[in-house]
């Protein structure tokens, strides 16, 4: 089997992989952590199996560098005064509001979490549990919380997964 070209996994798998690191560091350091995501993909794509669950690889990578990025801006300064949000359509799809996205910032850091990796991510609760520490059950439990928070919130809006 060979492997499909690095920049179809960018193409295929890109924007599901925006969606988790924004909803893992915010819009602010979003852009960053996708692109660090890519560019340590890169280094390790020639290494990885052909049969490989690309999908699952650059989440987890994704994972990785939202916490270096979150260590990151632990040790930033603070700016003075309001930046707005920058919004990049390229990445955004039809329904994204950033009162939805800022309900999903508000979340604790376990349901945020846990609805990142599963819902955005797509990974199953086995794998988040690992990603997050604790058991599948307790993924699911921090999952379900945090969607029941935002459901509550957005009413039917949110989507049921």
């Known amino acids: ?27 602010g350091d979003a852009d960053d952590a996708w692109s660090e995501t890519y560019l340590s993909a890169l280094k390790a794509y020639p290494e ?19 916490i270096d990025a979150i260590r990151a801006r632990a040790r930033r300064p ?14 955004r799809e039809a329904g994204d509001s950033q009162e939805l996205w800022a309900a999903v910032a508000a979340l604790p850091t376990r349901q945020r979490q846990a609805v990142a990796y599963h819902y955005l ?20 439990r921090a999952s379900a919380d945090g969607i029941a928070r935002l459901r509550q919130q957005f009413g039917a809006d949110v989507k049921r997964g």
């Open 121 to 140: 991510g797509r990974r199953p609760y086995a794998e988040v549990a690992e990603l997050i520490g604790g058991t599948a059950a307790a993924a699911r």
């Open 48 to 66: 990885l199996p052909p049969d490989a669950n690309h999908e699952a690889w650059l989440v987890r990578i994704a994972h990785h560098r939202a």
């Open 78 to 91: 603070v700016p003075a005064g309001h930046l707005p949000d920058r919004a990049d359509a390229d990445h």
């Open 1 to 27: 089997m060979d492997k499909q070209p690095f920049e179809e996994l960018v193409r295929r798998h890109g924007a599901t992989v925006y969606r988790v690191c924004r909803a893992l560091v915010g819009p």
